[in-house]
């Protein structure tokens, strides 16, 4: 006889409501189904009720962790509407901080799943690297979280601590060769846990449209930044992190790679830094027309529509996150797994239900 058990929408492995419901015989999930929308925050019709220089500010908070890689998207969008070509060295600023923001995002995520799996020392030492890149953050922008880098045209401000930055980021990549990466590669606690737990594979990645570390983590090699370059991506060399088992563990180990090459990428580009301004001058409408524009974020791609009708306002602006792309891929994740191990697998998606809900 089975039964069906309700995780959240408030749960103590949950940082934000949502809500999966399972049916289960035993201890052993036979299937899932989940209810997104339990936050409603109207970003979106919002949005084409502010202008645009306002709408920086709001789309900039459509996520925390991610909030530059949102400005940024949607000050792209703009341009292109618009036919901005920015300098070149407010794209290299823009990559910079988009790969800090990546290892943030990420170790942010390690932080929180090996304290879902009872390593609370690891969890220290894992936030302890957090804070390190998150001082940076604040020294290059003034603030921790939000950091209203980007502007219409260009970036608000510079880089003004090259080497404090190149000494972080060393920093932070020794800091996870001793810590993050034994521990997701070597740790048998952590094998045992992680290892052939809510598997996706690479066809049921494909079906459900996963993106980011999630694909990549069930061999999907795609990275908008290597596939369709945009800023100064395309003149930088990476690597992009794949793996085949489609578990949590090789969820686990992409990232840990990915904040190895974020570190790479941000040297890489403060080398490359060419002198030049940092934006075009104001920039308050553009004619009408529309874009769509995919970017990176650390959990995958964003998606925005913008529609201009030649005003400061926009006629319409689409978001869609990269969550809202993966968190459908909890159901076959969790399907014929432990009940146990349900928080775990929606842990190792990394999502961000209230982005998900604009």
């Not at 989940?34 to 979106?44: H, P």
């Not at 045209?153 to 990549?173: H, M, Y």
């Not at 990476?238 to 941000?266: H, K, M, Q, T, Y």
């Not at 974020?297 to 529609?307: C, Q």
Request: aromatic letters at 6%.
């Amino acid at each position: 006889m089975s039964y069906r058990i309700a995780v959240g929408p408030y749960h103590l492995a949950l940082e934000e409501p949502y809500k999966i419901e399972v049916e289960c015989e035993g201890e052993t999930v036979l299937g899932a189904s989940l209810k997104v929308g339990f936050n409603f925050r109207g970003i979106e019709w919002l949005a084409e009720r502010k202008n645009i220089t306002q709408c920086i500010a709001l789309l900039e908070r459509v996520c925390g962790i991610c909030s530059h890689t949102h400005s940024m998207t949607f000050c792209s969008a703009v341009e292109r509407i618009g036919g901005i070509e920015i300098p070149a060295r407010a794209q290299h600023v823009r990559v910079v901080i988009a790969e800090l923001e990546r290892i943030h995002s990420h170790l942010l995520w390690a932080g929180v799943a090996a304290e879902l799996m009872g390593f609370q020392t690891v969890f220290m030492q894992v936030f302890r690297l957090r804070e390190r890149v998150m001082d940076l953050l604040e020294s290059s922008s003034g603030n921790r979280v939000n950091y209203s880098m980007n502007r219409v045209g260009g970036v608000n401000r510079d880089l003004d601590r090259p080497d404090e930055i190149r000494a972080g980021v060393r920093a932070i990549r020794e800091g996870v060769a001793a810590t993050v990466i034994p521990l997701f590669t070597t740790d048998r606690t952590v094998a045992a846990r992680c290892r052939g737990v809510g598997t996706l594979s690479r066809a049921d990645a494909l079906a459900y449209g996963a993106v980011g570390p999630v694909a990549r983590a069930s061999g999907v090699n795609v990275d908008l930044r290597r596939d369709q370059p945009y800023l100064c991506y395309g003149q930088l060399g990476f690597e992009v992190p794949v793996r085949e088992e489609g578990d949590v563990l090789a969820r686990a180990v992409v990232r840990a790679l990915e904040i190895v090459e974020s570190c790479n990428l941000v040297e890489q580009t403060l080398d490359r830094m060419p002198p030049g301004p940092l934006h075009v001058g104001d920039v308050f409408f553009v004619p009408a027309g529309e874009a769509v524009l995919r970017v990176e974020a650390p959990r995958g791609e964003v998606f925005y529509y913008l529609e201009s009708n030649g005003t400061d306002r926009l006629a319409r602006v689409k978001v869609r996150t990269p969550s809202f792309a993966n968190i459908p891929t909890a159901v076959p994740m969790v399907k014929g797994g432990s009940l146990a191990d349900v928080p775990l697998v929606q842990a190792a998606i990394d999502p961000c239900y209230s982005c998900t809900d604009r």
